[in-house]
């Protein structure tokens, strides 16, 4: 009886698999069809320059990003998991107290535990100052706050957390692009009931882009836990197409597996999953 569980189990997170793939693949051949339509293709350089400015995260644009997130494989359960992502994106080019460029994100989910219970998850603010633009790239810095909006303890955490975030990018590297953010989080609600959390986020990204709008690369988010210095490392190959019409457009899919977990570490337990994501920008 578990055998035939567990074969409709595998089944069914196949045929989402390649669901997925399909959805996918319709949304390049859409792409295609509407760059093959432009009156004005660009050239490989400006395409080039296109795809460096859509991925940098700190181009001055109003964005709408979607992102599902298929987990197939979580370490200890049994289940089909999905985080899908809100994330809008406000650029301001002079704060009203802070005179410097700034980009406020809000980010929201809608998650699935491995179980079925599906609810919302956490809502993050976090806002971003480009202190320093040189040639090689920018430096900026701000801060992160968690908010626990979710509907379940499956589904995020109960605790309130904030913390600084720093960015910097490297873009003058020809047709190569990497930037680095790096956020922490420290709760500052719950600590006598949950005890206090203090961890976290780098995410090291890396991509290499052609003249026909596609790209390649990685963009995982490592963590580790500043009291106990247990780590989450995942490893990603993202492959995406940035093309413009009357927005500018990037969609993208990306495998993602566990490479190295500490024992009990508790903040990612997917030891596989595949995104798919859809992007919006509307430049200042």
Known sequence: MKLKIFN????????????????????????AQET????????????????????????????????????????????????FRFRGIIPLKEGFLIKVPQLIRVITFLNTAPDGKTGLGDLTLNQFFLLTKKDWGEFGAGWNIQIPTRTDDQLGSPQWSIGPAFTVTFTDLGKWQMYWIWENFFSISGNDKYGSSA?????PNVFYTWANGVYAGIEPEWQIDYKTGKVAIPMDFRVGYIWSGKLKYNAYIEPEVMAYRSDGYPRNSSNFGVRLGFRWYLPM
Do not use: H
Request: charged share 20%.
């Open 8 to 31: 409709r189990e595998a089944k069914g997170a196949r045929d989402y698999a390649a669901s997925l793939m399909m959805l996918f693949a319709g949304c390049i051949a859409g792409a």
């Open 36 to 83: 093959e339509e432009n009156k004005e293709p660009q050239s490989g350089a400006t395409s080039v320059k296109l795809s460096q400015e859509v991925m940098n995260p700190t181009t001055l644009a109003w964005q709408l990003q979607l992102e599902e997130y298929a987990i197939f494989k979580t370490e200890g359960q049994d289940g089909f998991a999905q985080n």
């Open 199 to 203: 961890y976290a986020v780098l995410q």
